[in-house]
């Protein structure tokens, strides 16, 4: 009789524990265990836990080469996924031999694991082994295809789509219902309008009570898509009229692509909020200075007009919402934020203690992020303006923005969005800015007794003034503060960075494969120019305007890199790294983590009444800092 000591254990991050059976058989090259439960007495496999067990055999197995691992359901219970970090065996000789995993297990699933040294092909000297080496790159070969495309030959430098349909293609190795949505439902008006309210932009649209004057839209022009019996103006005085105006575009040179210029509109675009409480699109000009070759395109235009008209402007969108709403306003503040409290908050202070969480993996992203978007081949740098231009977008909006901006509940009352209806990002949003407010004031009312506190605080003040001069340049008009006065300044301020860098970060970056990934739904770079005489498009001037097949596979491809959900995931509310040791701030901490708990209730409720639930700001995806 021959005894193997064996130590799992289970990985440390959340739900990594199952209560599922688990069974391993031990292989050698004198033979192989009886399949073996591994159960002791109580619960196994618990989070960040290891377990010791014994296998039995008649006889030594000889030289150990594999540990194969399955996983059996427990009675009814739903799906119970398991991540095994790793498993080590002592043999009956003695030898003690790692074999690693690190990897999720489902129902029915079973994993084989190598152990001991690295070895390379040349030096494998079993025929088990060997098999086991091959088997293995057969499986990865068939379950991770070329992210830029499983299909041979669809990557063909300049090949253009020949119809809509064959779009589709792309998606077939992941798909999201909001996806097939996107792809089923992109020509609708409706949800053309419901993007800017719950798509990844949900950052420039406003009410409107006066026409720009360079957007010179008629009662006569519009009055079929109103409601019968009313006006342009009555409907602008009822405050049902938004418009959406991508001036800070105008003007910004296209970059070209095999000699030939790309596109980008600079357009407005003229909503209107039915009695149904659908926002509908009812004009769109694509450029700023209307003119005979610059129409204001109409719902009720040519099919194909009217589609391009909406493509151009939502792919002006998308660029503003990658460049400036995702890149400037989370990564690169949270970037800021970051480095001037490494610099001026040593780790014994308060607020370093509380924001540190927040910034975890953040420098590392944006390393990342200007590696493979912003250079050379990246996908922002491949879109129709190009990193000159990306640039120039950037500093014209850093020049013009506002820390009222920036405070969600300022920012929707400047928008007058306060009660349009469907606007769920609005909703989970102002729900998560008072949890955080909550949360930031009960902890700054803690450590700091008086204003006069506040004021003496020199760390503290060298903190903000940092964030002033070197994140909004000394921009005073901009009302960034310079320095703090009152506690409750300490708080907001506090409260605008946690909601930033994981609330608005979760908003603009957590749907992009499920909205930007269907080029015909907006696309970053364009290559025909927008219709300048009705009438005259087809569907085959849509499939010209587009990019090629490789260009909208790199697309694609970044917003799936960009949405990817990964392990090592820590949660809004999650503080796995204690960093508090008084009471209090522990307690605090425990009435945020209710709110969160309370409220991913709420949104499972209202979810379940939507067509299209809203999803991206439920705190069971919010991450608690910028890593993505």
């Known amino acids: 009789m021959a005894e193997y000591k064996v130590k799992v254990t289970t990985g440390t991050m959340k739900h990594s524990g199952t209560i599922d059976h688990i069974y391993i058989i031990l292989i050698g090259t004198d033979g192989q265990s009886e399949r073996t439960e591994l159960n002791n007495v109580g619960i196994d496999f618990i989070t960040g836990k290891t377990g010791a067990y014994k296998v039995k055999t008649s ?88 992210l830029e495309l499983a299909m041979k030959g669809l990557t063909e430098p300049g090949k253009k789509w020949k119809q809509i349909e064959d779009i589709k293609n792309i998606f077939q190795f992941k798909k999201t219902k909001m996806l097939e949505y996107v792809s089923e439902h992109w020509k609708e008006d409706d949800f053309f309008g419901y993007q800017f309210l719950n798509g990844t932009n949900p950052n420039v649209i406003k009410r409107c009570s006066k026409l720009p004057p360079n957007f010179p839209v008629t009662d006569e022009m519009v009055k079929p898509f109103l409601e019968t019996g009313t006006t342009l103006e009555k409907e602008m005085e009822e405050g049902n009229i938004f418009l959406c105006d991508q001036k800070i575009m105008d003007g910004i040179p296209t970059r070209q692509k095999d000699g030939n210029p790309l596109y980008v509109a600079a357009g407005l675009c003229l909503f209107y909020k039915n009695p149904e409480g659908k926002l509908l699109p009812i004009a ?228 992009q494969y499920d909205y930007n990934s269907w080029i015909p739904n907006g696309s970053l770079l364009l290559c025909k120019p927008p219709p300048a005489i009705k009438g005259q498009s087809s569907m085959q001037t849509v499939l010209e305007t587009l990019p090629d097949v490789e260009d909208s596979v790199k697309i694609m491809s970044a917003a799936r890199i960009l949405s990817e959900k990964y392990t090592d995931v820590v949660l809004l509310g999650e503080f796995p790294e204690e960093h508090f ?48």
């Open 284 to 511: 769109i000009q694509l450029y700023q200075q209307p003119s005979e070759q610059n129409p204001i395109f109409l719902p009720s235009d040519l099919e194909t007009d009217w589609l391009l008209a909406k493509l151009f402007f939502r792919s002006s969108d998308l660029i503003q919402h990658q460049t400036l709403y995702h890149l400037l306003h989370t990564h690169y503040l949270a970037e800021v934020f970051t480095i001037a409290t490494f610099r001026c908050l040593p780790t014994i202070h308060p607020l370093y203690k509380l924001l540190i969480p927040h910034f975890r993996y953040t420098l590392h992203i944006n390393i990342l992020v200007r590696k493979l978007l912003l250079s050379p081949g990246g996908a922002l740098s491949e879109s129709s303006l190009g990193v000159e231009g990306l640039m120039e977008l950037m500093r014209r909006d850093l020049s013009q923005l506002t820390y009222s901006s920036l405070c969600l509940p300022e920012n929707i009352k400047e928008r007058g969005l306060e009660s349009i209806p469907n606007f769920y990002y609005r909703d989970d949003a102002l729900k998560l800015w008072n949890y955080l407010n909550e949360y930031a004031t009960a902890m700054v009312d803690y450590y700091y007794t008086s204003d006069c506190d506040v004021m003496k605080d020199i760390e503290l003040q060298e903190w903000v003034n940092e964030i002033f001069t070197h994140g909004f340049l000394e921009n005073k008009r901009s009302g960034f503060p310079s320095c703090f006065n009152t506690i409750e300044e300490v708080a907001k301020f506090i409260t605008m960075v946690i909601f930033r860098v994981s609330v608005q970060h979760a908003a603009v970056n957590n749907g």
């Open 581 to 628: 040791d008084e009471p209090i701030p522990k307690e605090i901490i425990k009435v945020l983590q209710a709110d969160l708990s309370y409220m991913k209730e709420e949104i499972a409720a209202r979810n379940s009444e939507l067509e299209m639930p809203y999803t991206y700001l439920n705190p069971d995806v919010v991450e608690n800092s910028v890593t993505i």
């Open 59 to 146: 006889s030594s197995l000889g030289k150990l080469l594999l540990v194969k691992v399955e996983k059996d359901p427990f009675l009814i219970f739903p799906e119970d996924e398991w991540y095994c970090s790793k498993i080590e065996v002592t043999t009956p000789e003695e030898e003690e031999i790692l074999f690693p995993c690190y990897r999720w297990l489902s129902r029915g699933e079973f994993v084989e694991l190598r152990g001991g040294k690295g070895v390379t092909f040349m030096e494998e000297d079993h025929p088990l082994l060997l098999n086991h080496r091959k088997k293995e790159l057969e499986l990865k070969k068939s379950s991770y295809k070329t």
